[in-house]
């Protein structure tokens, strides 16, 4: 089974500034069909996930352009450019490439 | 809008069945995959099971399956989740959501507790 391994798992943020999230796939996440299934989801507390990105880098709708994914293969970012209040919460990543489909541990982002 | 309701939670002891409901709307259901994704007091996120857009293809993840029966009804725009021999590490929040190589719609979720 693949494993998807995230870090760090907790993220303290100064509002405004940027941040990154790092997420590791044990086995490369290239489908035959030749796309990369590697989402990113938001879960503020209290709340429900949210999708953020798709195919490492498409992000879902409505999902601010502050938020941006790059990555291939094993290796993959989510970025948020200039924190906000809001995007508090914890981050996932999840690879649908391969069955199982697996989820990272998740990284919590919270303002220092 | 996409909505998915969810239904059925509860608190059951060891051993007891549920079954769970989720109402969808705002989207085509008879052709969307579907999914039950989990999530345990304080933890991660979990996949549960997926079903496919006619229901003839399935999976569950290993720690359910034969006590978990995903299915749906296209007619109803609903989708199910029977759970058998339930056991106290199945306590989590269940999510329904729509999956597009991923959930990318997602409940309110339901919570079932499995305890004596």
């Known amino acids: 089974d693949v494993v998807m391994t995230q870090s760090p798992l907790s993220l303290p943020v100064t509002l405004g500034q940027p941040a990154s999230i790092s997420c590791r796939s044990s086995?490369?996440?290239?489908?035959?069909?030749?796309?990369?299934?590697l989402n990113w989801f938001q879960q503020r507390p209290g709340q429900s996930p949210r999708r953020l990105i798709y195919?490492?880098?498409n992000r879902g709708s409505g999902v601010p352009d502050r938020f941006s994914g790059s990555g291939s293969g094993t290796d993959f970012t989510l970025k948020i450019s200039r924190v906000e209040a809001e995007d508090v919460g914890v981050y996932y990543c999840?690879?649908?490439?391969?069955?199982?489909?697996?989820f990272g541990q998740g990284t919590k982002v919270e303002i220092k | 809008e996409v909505q998915l309701v969810e239904s059925g939670g509860g608190s059951v002891p060891p051993g007891g069945s549920l079954r769970l409901s989720c109402g969808a709307s705002?989207?085509?259901?008879?052709?969307?995959?579907m999914t039950w994704v989990r999530q345990a007091p304080g933890r991660g996120l979990e996949l549960v099971s997926i079903i496919n857009q006619d229901g003839s293809d399935t999976y569950y993840v290993d720690s359910v399956r034969g006590r978990f029966t995903i299915s749906r009804d296209n007619a109803k725009s609903s989708l199910y989740m029977q759970m058998n021999s339930l056991r106290d590490e199945d306590t989590a929040v269940y999510y329904c959501?729509?999956?597009?190589?991923?959930?990318?719609?997602w409940g309110q979720g339901t919570l079932v507790t499995v305890s004596s």
């Open positions: 959501a729509k999956d597009s190589w991923g959930p990318d719609y």
């Open positions: 086995q490369s996440l290239v489908h035959s069909d030749g796309n990369t299934y």
């Open positions: 705002g989207f085509t259901f008879s052709r969307s995959w």
């Open positions: 195919k490492i880098s």
């Open positions: 999840m690879q649908a490439t391969h069955w199982p489909r697996a």
